[in-house]
């Protein structure tokens, strides 16, 4: 079965800095992989995704992320991380059987806060 | 906004009662997910229906059920409830198999 694996749980880093989330991920295909945000009180709403071509995708808010099948990992980063950017980050894999058959697998998250 | 609305947002109830929880995908989104986010368990698929039909299934208890209409909107039932089941039940919708989009949520509070 697939999995995700978020390692750091809390992350704080300053304004302005910048800002890599790690993210492994265990799947025998070629994975779709997601990055989704959740505010507090929120629900998920997605950054960015990778399903085939350039290993290097580009997303909302000045987000991009990184994959790496050798690593089998799909890092988030953004260059300068503004105060808005706090909140807690998902990375997710897709699974299918195919045709219509689809789930996703979420890693534990990142909560990212960060100090003025 | 992503176009997915869950009703209610929040629902406080006792154990041992039945709840609905009710999700309108976006419009020509034919799949509809389920998704409980606690804090122990994190986010956990439970279950996915593709144009009214039952599709795949991950950690739904028996005591949970759910199913799609004709006009694509989906309800997700939780009887028998216990203070565990207190959680945030999302809902998701994509067109196939696609980015799923999420709902604003239901937080479910079992007293």
């Known amino acids: 079965a697939q999995s995700v694996t978020q390692p750091d749980i809390h992350i704080t880093v300053s304004e302005g800095a910048s800002l890599e989330l790690r993210c492994n991920y265990s799947?025998?295909?070629?994975?779709?992989l997601f990055w989704y945000v959740q505010s507090p009180g929120q629900g998920l709403q997605l950054l960015l995704k990778?399903?085939?071509?350039?290993?290097l995708v580009q997303g909302i808010k000045g987000f991009e992320a990184e994959f790496k099948r050798s690593q089998s990992s799909f890092n988030l980063r953004k260059p300068s991380v503004h105060w808005s950017d706090a909140a807690e980050y998902f990375c997710?894999?897709?699974?299918?059987?195919?045709?219509?058959?689809?789930?996703?697998?979420f890693g534990k998250g990142t909560l990212l806060t960060v100090n003025p | 906004d992503s176009g997915v609305t869950q009703t209610p947002k929040h629902l406080i109830t006792a154990t041992g009662q039945r709840v609905t929880l009710r999700c309108s995908p976006r419009?020509?989104?034919?799949?509809v997910y389920w998704y409980q986010q606690s804090l122990d368990q994190g986010l956990q698929f439970l279950i996915q229906?593709?144009?009214?039909?039952?599709?795949a299934k991950g950690n739904i208890l028996e005591r949970f059920s759910a199913q799609q209409f004709p006009d694509l909107h989906s309800e997700l039932n939780l009887s028998s409830l216990e203070l565990g089941d207190s959680a945030l039940y999302f809902c998701?919708?994509?067109?196939?198999?696609?980015?799923?989009?999420f709902g604003p949520g239901t937080r479910l509070t079992v007293l």
């Open positions: 997710a894999v897709g699974e299918g059987s195919g045709g219509s058959n689809y789930k996703l697998t």
């Open positions: 229906y593709y144009n009214g039909e039952e599709r």
């Open positions: 990778y399903f085939s071509g350039d290993t």
């Open positions: 998701a919708s994509s067109v196939v198999t696609d980015t799923q989009y």
């Open positions: 419009s020509g989104d034919l799949s």
């Open positions: 799947y025998g295909a070629t994975p779709y």
